[in-house]
């Protein structure tokens, strides 16, 4: 295959600018001032360097940024390359949508939670699955034992969705499903859920998450292999690009490849990279690329290095508009946004004083709303030990109504932008995922690069270097590796009712005793012959096969019969 | 880190500790298994990852098929209660007793104590120094299936 010139292009694009830079005053007081200071008070570390393993400089003045155009790269919001932000207005039209990720045990369990949190000021729905159901197992299935609703709720058929949305009308909510391998099962049980509520498909709004690249980069949360999965998330957005004018079909993840040891960089590089091979696919589908480019959304990772991840966000979107203007030729505007949603990090909690977690979580949520993210998943002090508590989850959606309430801060736009560290800083982070496109573009592109497990390595090595910089203490932790003190069951935790599998289980035997077995196994059928022929849409037999009360298990296994397992590549 | 070397002198000959490393259940999220299985190869010990998502029963069958000296198991998707203890009764109905069992991950304290009665030790969870792991493996190894008293 011919390979892609423009990254390295517009790598030497960027740097070739900065042979100008003019940095004598910055020497002068580096030499005269800073230099004898150091010698006689010797700094805390030999080098500083952020996460992405960037070199920083003791300041940042007007001289680091001269080769960064005010107008061109950083410009103003809602105004290409959109560095400031996506919207004109921002946060002083409307606030980040409050969004919180919940689910678990039975549907039933999940029900109560989201109308609690809804009757708390949340603006919009999150569901976590458990683990059978993101694999594609059923409550019953040998595999499940013991997993069932743990991590979050279970689906196993279209009754389970009904109850998980009963009484929350759907024409008024917006819903985020985190669901990948499945993800077309558990969009066609959406649109039946609203169509049983009298809501038709194009009024639904909200998101699957139906990352797959992802998935083999870092969850790893397949059920097929790539080809197979990709062919089903295209026949995704060609039947969302005509039907469901306001759902987002996919929504492209960083997070999961930060939560797996990525840094800031890797995390920008591969999330974009796996974004432009979706525009790929609908563009190889024969779509307009202004015509589905719009409906594509991401969702980034924010982690404790707070400058770093605000100029994350920022390169992220000037990345985006940039390259769907100059390589994708969009001409709307709105193909050039990337509206992202955010999760404060995961992996960044700590089990030991868990209370500690609550200043994580609300210094990173910060980061976020500087970063102009369009919606925010705020973790709870206690999701190191176990899924949250009520109270937990209330003070973790408290934590972003502060900072949009008390602080201020939503009232004045990109309110870093400018920042001499912060302007230079994002520029670094451009400047590294052009890089890594380069390298993915020498690996034979995105789809070799994970198949050869080039890409997980990357992640995988940071990990393990990360891990050693924390044994060493070089990367302190607080409470971990420093400032520890003895305790002894610090907080209560969430248990999860045993009675949740048991439900489950019951409730799927009694539907295959009482659904018309004639028509589970003619839409099932339907369904293999649309695998089998790319040229046929599945959505429409998915959505068939739900309604008539197939299991989440059972077209999955279709799936499996008809494209086979997926086997990973050697990671060590 | 714990850099130094875990091989130690069996009465007859120098011996590496051989450990499977397995996620045994429907969780991917491999971060910290890989980052022990280097921490374990870089502390010399014979490590073998079982991959992704095999059941409890494949990963005793393949400890029994590798002849390996301990079995460490993380989970972080709740399911450890069940998962555990099923490779532990496997195990034991394929022939592998002597084969010592590890667990890690998102496990509270009631648990970790049940699992402890089961024969299942360790149990540790996030932010738990490598040295810990490391330690805690070889000393157990040495001591229940080397029946070697001291390290020399």
Known sequence: MKKDEYWASKLKELTLKESKINNAEYKKWEREIYSRWVKANKERKDSFKNTSGIELKPVYTHEDVQHIDPLHDIGYPGEYPFTRGVYPSMYRGRLWTMRMFSGFGAPEDTNKRLKYLLQHGETGLSIAFDMPTLYGYDADDPRSFGEVGRCGVNVTSLDDMKIIFDGIPLDQVSTSMTINAPAAVLMAMYIAVAEEQGVAPEKLRGTVQTDILKEYIAQKEWAFPPEAHLRIIRDMMVYSTRNMPLWNYISISGYHIREAGANAIQELSFTLADGFAYVDLGVNAGLPVDSFAPRLSFFFNCTMNFFEEIAKFRAARKIWATVMKEKYHAKDPRSMLLRFHTQTSGASLTWQQPMNNIIRTAIEALAAVLGGTQSLHTNSYDEAWALPTEKAARIALRTQQIIAEETGIPDVIDPLGGSYYLEWLTREMEKGFYRYMEKIEEAGGLLEAIKSGYIQREIANTAYETQKEIEDKERIIVGVNAYRIKEKKPIDILTIDERAQKLQIERVQRLKKTRNEADVKKSLEELREAFLDSKTNVMYPMIKAVKAKATLGEIMQVGREVYGPWAEPQLL | ?152
Not at chain 2, 33 to 60: N, S
Not at chain 2, 86 to 94: P, T
């Open chain 2, 1 to 152: 880190m714990g850099r130094a070397t875990v091989v130690v002198k069996n009465k007859s000959r120098n011996r590496k500790i051989r450990i499977l490393v397995a996620k045994p259940g429907l969780d991917g999220h491999d971060r910290g298994a890989l980052v022990l299985c280097r921490a374990f190869r870089d502390a010399g010990m014979e490590v073998i990852y079982a991959g992704l998502l095999p059941t409890p029963e494949q990963v005793a069958r393949m400890a029994i098929d590798e002849d390996v000296d301990v079995v460490a198991l993380s989970l972080l998707n709740g399911a450890h209660m069940t998962a555990f203890p099923r490779v532990k009764k496997m195990l034991e109905e394929y022939g592998g007793k002597d084969i010592l069992v590890v667990g890690g991950g998102i496990i509270p304290d009631d648990d970790r104590v049940k699992l402890e009665k089961l024969g299942i030790t360790g149990n540790y969870g996030p932010g738990t120094p490598l040295k810990t792991i490391i330690k805690h493996i070889t000393d157990r190894v040495m001591r229940e299936r080397w029946k070697i008293k001291k390290q020399t």
